[in-house]
Each structure stands twice: as structure tokens, then as C-alpha cells.
Nanobody
Framework: QLQLVESGGGLVQPGGSLRLSCAAS????????IGWFRQAPGKEREGVSC????????YYADSVKGRFAISGDNAKNTVNLEMNSLKPEDTAIYYC?????????????????WGQGTQVTVSS
């Protein structure tokens, strides 16, 4: 059974860093695109970044470009999201998701499988 489990969330001060991990089981990443999404209270879920595991091509939302970095470890079947220079507006539940194929997209409707999410709070 395909499963995604996020970890690494927590409370961090503005300007700080966090590293989120998405552990995949029941499938291998080779034929999938893995995306990170977030949802703040009262807002729609939005795409943050995604990676094509076959060649490590990446894509970022403008709001996180230059601050966040996505990477894949196919040997461990995990995808990580390194978040730096965090801002209060980055506060949200962060989800990882998987879609079979090669197209890089941050459209939530394109992803078939979702994790349960991990809370990230940026506050002093």
C-alpha cells in the first residue's frame, strides 16, 4: 500500500531553518513526482515545491524560491525540504504528495497520494 509520512515540523523563530522529510513506502520514487504543499488556517492548500525523482529536476513557488530547497534520496525513498530564512507567513501544515509520471506541477489536483501533514510554526 502506497504511503507517505512527513516529519520534521515544529516551532522555529523567524529567520530560522527547518528540514522536513517525506518517507515513501509501498512504491519507489523513480517513476513519481513528489511535491510539497502547505495549508495555512483559512487558506487554500498551495504548492511549495516538487521534484522529479528520475533526474532530480525541481520546481519552486515564487514565494519560497531562494529560501527552500527540495532534494530526493532514492536509496532511502525519501524527499526532503530544507527551509531557510523562515517567515511567519510560512506557518502552515506541510504535506507531501506523489503523482505518477514526469510532469512538474504544483497543482494539487494532479497528485493522487497524500501524507497526513506536519505542522510548521514560525513565531517569536
Amino acid at each position: 500500500q502506497l504511503q507517505l509520512v512527513e516529519s520534521g515540523g515544529g516551532l522555529v523563530q523567524p529567520g530560522g531553518s527547518l528540514r522536513l522529510s517525506c518517507a515513501a513506502s509501498g512504491f519507489t520514487l523513480d517513476y513519481y513526482v513528489i511535491g510539497w504543499f502547505r495549508q495555512a488556517p483559512g487558506k487554500e492548500r498551495e504548492g511549495v515545491s516538487c521534484i522529479r525523482s528520475s533526474n532530480n529536476s525541481t520546481y519552486y513557488a515564487d514565494s519560497v524560491k531562494g529560501r527552500f530547497a527540495i532534494s530526493g534520496d532514492n536509496a532511502k525513498n525519501t524527499v526532503n525540504l530544507e527551509m531557510n530564512s523562515l517567515k511567519p507567513e510560512d506557518t502552515a501544515i506541510y504535506y507531501c504528495a506523489a503523482r505518477r509520471g514526469v510532469g512538474l506541477t504544483l497543482a494539487t489536483s494532479a497528485y493522487e497520494h497524500w501524507g497526513q501533514g506536519t505542522q510548521v510554526t514560525v513565531s517569536s
